[in-house]
């Protein structure tokens, strides 16, 4: 009998020492897994989202790096309106050079059309964002044309970026 008792408080001990334990951890660990799992799935798609970005930053810091020293935005502006047909609509063009910032500098142009149709507007501005040198659309009002309301009028502001000399030896922004 005194082993029999024993035995039972042997069982009763493994059960409350080590098998009661366990199975609540193991509830617990099945509670936090999946949450867990959705934390992971969403570490990944920022992981894959920063990776995109960071090529985008490189890409934009070599095309900076490789553009022509001379380059003027002004002239290139210039003949970007020449080549979509806007000079009738040029309303005027000011360049503008913005405070320098960390690292680089910024050359602005404000540029003025009148009575152009949304098709135009868009081609140009499409061309802006997809030519080979780093040039940016920064603001864009547009409204009706006081002269005729089918056609539009807008204020563009494009801006180009520039390391500084220090930035342009450190070959970082």
């Known amino acids: 009998m005194g082993i029999g008792a024993l035995a039972i408080i042997a069982v009763w001990a493994l059960y409350g020492f080590a098998?009661?334990?366990?199975?609540?951890?193991i509830r617990t660990l099945e509670?936090?897994?999946p949450d867990k799992?959705?934390?992971?799935?969403?570490?990944?798609?920022?992981s894959a989202e920063y990776l995109t970005l960071r090529r985008e930053f490189e890409d934009i810091q070599r095309r900076i790096a490789d553009q022509d020293p001379t380059f003027e935005l002004l002239s290139f502006l210039e003949s970007l309106i020449a080549?979509?047909?806007?000079?009738?609509h040029l309303g005027g063009m000011?360049?503008?050079?913005?405070?320098?910032?960390?690292?680089y500098a910024e050359t602005s142009v404000t540029i003025e059309l009148k009575g152009v149709s949304l098709a135009q507007l868009v081609r140009?501005?499409?061309a802006v964002e997809s030519a080979e040198v780093v040039a940016r659309v920064d603001t864009l009002?547009?409204?009706k044309d006081p002269n005729n309301s089918a056609l539009l009028a807008s204020t563009i502001q494009i801006v180009n970026p520039r390391p500084t000399?220090?930035?342009?030896?450190?070959?970082?922004?």
């Open 19 to 25: 098998i009661k334990p366990t199975q609540e951890r």
């Open 31 to 33: 509670r936090i897994i």
């Open 37 to 46: 799992q959705t934390e992971l799935a969403q570490l990944r798609d920022k």
């Open 83 to 88: 080549r979509h047909r806007l000079d009738a």
């Open 94 to 103: 000011k360049g503008d050079p913005a405070p320098a910032q960390p690292g």
């Open 124 to 126: 140009f501005l499409a």
């Open 141 to 143: 009002h547009i409204r």
């Open 165 to 173: 000399p220090t930035t342009a030896s450190a070959g970082s922004f």
